[in-house]
């Protein structure tokens, strides 16, 4: 498998950075301000936990939880896992055999594509242009499909341009997977967060028996420590296969991150209020940042979730601009190149209480 460059990107800057402008997951929470949002119910269970293993679907009142996110599903129909990594692996790596073809969206979060890859399938990557405010473009999609087509990959609200799909697009897509029988998994991490919250798309695997939704505690509700992704599917025996493919991987969810994910899924109406007022506040001032810097930047502003896909319109690489910035001021963006996009692009991330001071360095970088 190829080295996801993204990864091993923020491995080597995210840490020793002081001003993370590229942050992809809403702001954190302390542990203590979660366990303090407990319900008497729920506390009892957090002092009485015991650090045994714990059921490979994951415990069976946060599947619950998690169900409810998923209108007409039930609890039988969520699979947790570590992280949504770990599901994008076992997903993949289950639907996706030898010489079936693939579709996938780019730029992307490398694992959606480098897993089918690193399968021997035949991907096709449709591009998204900026020209079009990076939206899908179906008849794309239609074109590409062939017969021996298996699975299209999207991941809306998008990383790393922020745009969403809106509910008659994302209709029309599952009316073509039904029509040619092809699967569809929906990176729907970024899911409930942006300026328009974006509740109004519904969850992919509501929609198609063969539908496959996405979804973490990492990003919309900021706490990618806890490592608690899952996927909703309506077909259990796909759910089965994948649970399969966890029993080689993480076996379980760690006991106190099931339990911390369920007092924050009870809560989550007052969690995603503050995350969605941060990203709204925060995406006024770049607007105002952009106005200003519109020689140096353009931009689409993002419609959904946390990070935006910049254009930077000088003549110098953005990977020489991302790099001056880091040296010169500690500031933290993500240059398109670990996306291994073509376009002078750079992710800013918005989800963050501190982005109006990193922009502020950022501004002081290239006012100087
Ligand atoms: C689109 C997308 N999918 C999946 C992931 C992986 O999420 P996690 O860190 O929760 O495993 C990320 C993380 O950046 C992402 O942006």
Redesign the pocket.
């Known amino acids: 498998m190829n080295v996801f460059k993204l990864e091993e990107y923020l491995t080597k800057y995210e840490f020793s950075s002081q001003y993370l402008l590229c942050c992809?997951d809403a702001e954190s929470f302390k542990m203590s301000t979660i366990i303090e949002m407990a319900t008497a119910e729920e506390h009892k269970m957090w002092d009485n936990l015991s650090l045994q293993y714990t059921e490979p679907y994951g415990h069976p009142l946060l599947r619950q939880k998690i169900s409810e996110l998923y209108p007409g599903l039930s609890y039988e129909n969520i699979l947790c896992f570590a992280?949504?990594?770990e599901g994008?692996f076992c997903a993949l790596s289950c639907l996706i055999q030898k010489n079936d073809h693939v579709i996938t969206l780019t730029p992307c979060?490398q694992s959606l594509l480098e897993i089918p890859k690193s399968k021997s399938a035949d991907v096709t990557e449709i591009e998204l242009q900026e020209e079009n405010n990076w939206q899908i473009d179906l008849d794309l999609i239609r074109k590409a499909i062939k017969p021996n087509t298996k699975c299209i990959v999207i991941?809306f609200p998008h990383?790393p341009t922020g745009q969403i799909i809106e509910e008659n697009q994302l209709k029309s897509l599952i009316e073509l997977c039904e029509h040619h029988d092809i699967w569809l998994f929906s990176?729907e991490?970024y899911r409930l967060l942006g300026p328009s919250k974006n509740e109004g798309t519904t969850p992919a695997a509501c929609l198609w028996s063969k539908g496959l939704s996405?979804g973490?505690m990492?990003?919309s509700f900021g706490m990618?420590g806890l490592r608690i992704?899952w996927i909703a599917c309506q077909n259990k025996t796909m759910l089965h296969q994948m649970k399969l493919m966890k029993d080689y991987l993480s076996i379980c969810n760690s006991a106190p991150s099931e339990i911390l994910s369920l007092i924050a899924l009870t809560h989550r109406e007052e969690i995603l209020k503050r995350n969605n007022k941060i990203v709204s506040d925060n995406l006024k001032i770049l607007d105002q940042f952009f106005l200003e810097y519109h020689h140096l930047f353009e931009w689409v502003r993002p419609k959904g979730g946390c990070v935006g896909f910049v254009k930077y319109k000088s003549p110098e690489s953005v990977d020489s601009f991302c790099d001056r910035l880091l040296k010169k001021k500690n500031v933290l963006l993500l240059p398109a190149s670990v996306y291994d996009y073509h376009g002078n692009h750079f992710r800013i991330g918005f989800g963050r209480k501190n982005m109006p001071e990193c922009l502020d360095r950022l501004k002081e970088f290239l006012n100087d």
């Open positions: 992809s992280g949504a990594e994008i979060y991941n990383n990176d991490v996405l973490v990492s990003k990618p992704g």
